[in-house]
Every structure is written in C-alpha cells, then in structure tokens.
C-alpha cells in the first residue's frame, strides 16, 4: 500500500497558506485526507498544536509502513510531495524553468509582506479596492512582473506560469484570489491568466467551499 496522507488545513475563505498544498495535491491527484481546524478560536492553538509542532496550518501528516512523519510549513510540504511524487511533474521538467519556478515561489513564499497587509484574504467576498500606498503598489508591480515574464515565455504551452499547472501556480493562486476580491486592476496577460487559475475544477471547489462556510459561520 501507498502512503496515507491526510492535509490540516485552516478556513478555506482565509487560509492561504492551506490552499497552496491542497491545490498542488488535487491537481496532481494526489489522495489525501482533509482535516480542517476552524482558525481565530479559543481552542484553535491547542487543536493545531496536536498536529503541528509550529503551532500553525498546514501540516501533511504521512502515514507509511506503519510509521508516521508530519511535515509543516506549505513550501516544506510542496517540496516533499514533488519530491515523493516526480510523475506528478509538480516543478518544471526543464532546469532553466524549474529553477526559475524555485525562485519565483520562494519569493511568493518570503515575500510580499504589504500585500498580505493591506489586501487579506477573504475569498466570499467582493471589496471596494483600498488605497494602496507606494509600498503595495510596489508589491502589485512585482507580482504583475513575474507572471508577464513567465508567461511571455511559457503560455502558450498550457496557459499556467510554467506551461503546464506546477508549483507556482500553486503559490500565486491565493494571489489571484486577493486581486478578485478587490478589484485590482491588471494587464490583460495577468488578468486572464487569473482566470484561468480560477477556472480550475479544484479551485472551484475551494472557492464554493469558502463561501458556503462564510454563509454557515
């Protein structure tokens, strides 16, 4: 038998951090069992703590031959499963793209820190676009920057950053989500690959699953 994997992840309407793996997961096919923790709770810290040494979600339990890891952190929990998974091809097979993908998640991963600030995740909704100081702005531009640049070279060989869906997808899909949200405007490359991104089956399914938990909250 495979590995048994079951994915803790936060509110879908707020855990961006969550749908990274479980997006790379379902567009991979990837069997996993989801095992949300409702976040901003007084017992949230405690349950997470159960099955997250860090205190925070994700967290990919692997249950294998009768043992049992947790792997935390989104990027750590990518790396393992495309390490554990190479048919599943989730970075590029060519290096030059593989490493650019590498750089461009590992700077969505660290980065961004005015973005997440002023424009937070809150998928069922539909806000008036804030004023967005220099400083978001700024963040708005690399953003646009990095899926122009990928894009350019890549999308006509499967509309994704890289060609086909890959990890940086993956990372910037919580991004998309932001942009929707608020109504920021874009470049008609990055708008419609947004769209694109939003059209996955698995994405309509998180988003769907967002906003039902909004209306039952």
């Keep these: 038998m495979g590995a048994r994997y079951t994915l803790h992840i ?38 997470i703590l159960q099955f997250s040494p860090s205190g925070k979600v994700p967290a990919l339990r692997i249950e294998e031959d009768g043992t049992s890891q947790t792997v935390w952190d989104s990027l750590a929990i990518c790396e393992t499963l495309a390490e554990r998974h190479p048919d599943a091809r989730l970075w590029p097979e060519n290096a030059a793209a593989r490493a650019h993908a590498r750089s461009v998640v590992a700077e969505m991963h660290s980065g961004f820190p005015n973005l997440r600030r002023a424009l937070s995740m809150d998928i069922a909704a539909r806000l008036p676009t804030p004023a967005l100081d220099d400083q978001v702005q700024a963040d708005i531009a690399r953003i646009i920057a990095i899926w122009t640049s990928a894009l350019d070279v890549h999308e006509g060989q499967g509309g994704f950053l890289f060609g086909a869906f890959s990890l940086a997808d993956a ?47």
Excluded: C
Excluded at 14 to 38: C, H, K, V
């Design 10 to 47: 936060g509110n879908k309407n707020t855990s961006s951090w969550s749908l990274r793996p479980w997006l790379a997961m379902r567009m991979a096919g990837i069997p996993f069992e989801e095992a949300p923790i409702r976040l901003q709770t007084p017992e949230t810290k405690a349950r």
């Design 171 to 217: 990372f910037f899909a919580p991004v998309v989500t932001r942009f929707e949200t608020y109504g920021i405007h874009l470049p008609a490359i990055a708008q419609a690959y947004g769209q694109r991104v939003l059209a996955l089956a698995p994405m309509r399914e998180w988003v769907a699953a967002a906003k039902a938990d909004v209306g039952n909250a």
